[in-house]
């Protein structure tokens, strides 16, 4: 089984993690277990940050399997997984605000199931796309309350996504008729507020409080001065927290989160 895209838990799907696009000449021995093809910050569109987004990424498995890097029958054994992390509606709400928003969370959808049918039709089999999962409740959005609450309204909109996707992904899944579905939500959002709303179920006390953080507001995770000097602090216990920096939880919380996906009926038909 291959991921011909990647993610931060990949290990604890009991596959090797798939070598970054990046690196795929450096390391060709590791080619076999897959290719991750994300790049941090991007989206279903382009944002902020200046790195191929979605289309161009698909762009490169297309061009990889013309150069017969991978063949059809490594493309009909794998698994394919899409992450939509919400970087595209950062940037639209930095540039317009919340005024026509829903139609924007539509486009973003509807892209998205575009790139699941062309992905299909490169010939992988299965294909999972991850829901969203809760934006409010990063730290960024709960720092407003002194980290003890998730923002209703971003999660909100983090709401009107996942279902638009749940409608689209379901109707992909109707218009096959001679073949088992071939397209599956893997449900991040309810498996983030499961641990968040019982966090000491899953041996986590900082739920919403970052781990990791700059000195200043000048600062964030992992900045150093020109000399070197680290400006930035670590708590005490990072196993106990759920989000290590402003955006990505811990590998404590993600592996509180897998524990609660793999529960879910949806992770078990992707990998089974």
């Given at each position: 089984m291959k991921y011909m895209c990647g993610c931060d838990a990949a290990k604890y799907l009991r596959v090797k993690s798939p070598i970054p696009y990046r690196l795929r000449?450096?390391?060709?021995?590791?080619?076999?277990y897959g290719m991750n093809f994300a790049f941090g910050g991007t989206g279903v569109f382009n944002t902020f940050v200046p790195l191929p987004n979605m289309t161009t990424q698909i762009d490169f498995l297309e061009q990889l399997i013309k150069d017969k890097v991978?063949?059809?029958l490594d493309l009909t054994n794998s698994v394919a997984l899409v992450s939509v992390a919400g970087n595209d509606y950062g940037r639209y709400m930095l540039?317009?605000?919340s005024q026509g928003l829903p139609s924007f969370v539509a486009s973003v959808v509807n892209q998205t199931a575009n790139n699941l049918i062309r992905i299909k039709g490169l010939g992988v089999k299965k294909i999972a796309v991850g829901a969203l999962q809760p934006l409010g409740c990063l730290p960024p959005q709960t720092a407003t309350t002194s980290f003890q609450r998730c923002n209703a309204t971003s999660n909100a909109?983090?709401?009107?996504?996942?279902s638009l996707l749940?409608?689209?992904?379901?109707?992909?899944?109707?218009?096959i008729t001679k073949e088992r579905s071939s397209f599956v939500i893997l449900n991040l959002f309810d498996s983030f507020m499961s641990v968040l709303n019982n966090p000491s179920t899953h041996n986590i006390r900082n739920k919403l409080t970052p781990c990791c953080v700059g000195v200043s507001t000048n600062y964030s995770c992992g900045s150093v001065d020109k000399n070197n000097v680290k400006k930035y602090r670590v708590c005490d216990d990072p196993k106990s927290a759920f989000f290590w920096d402003l955006v990505h939880?811990?590998?404590a919380g993600w592996h509180a989160v897998y524990n609660k996906l793999r529960t879910?009926?949806?992770l078990q038909h992707i990998l089974y």
């Open positions: 000449k450096l390391m060709p021995q590791h080619l076999k991978y063949n059809s540039t317009n605000g909109l983090v709401l009107l996504h996942n749940n409608q689209a992904v379901t109707k992909l899944n109707q218009e939880p811990t590998q879910m009926n949806d």
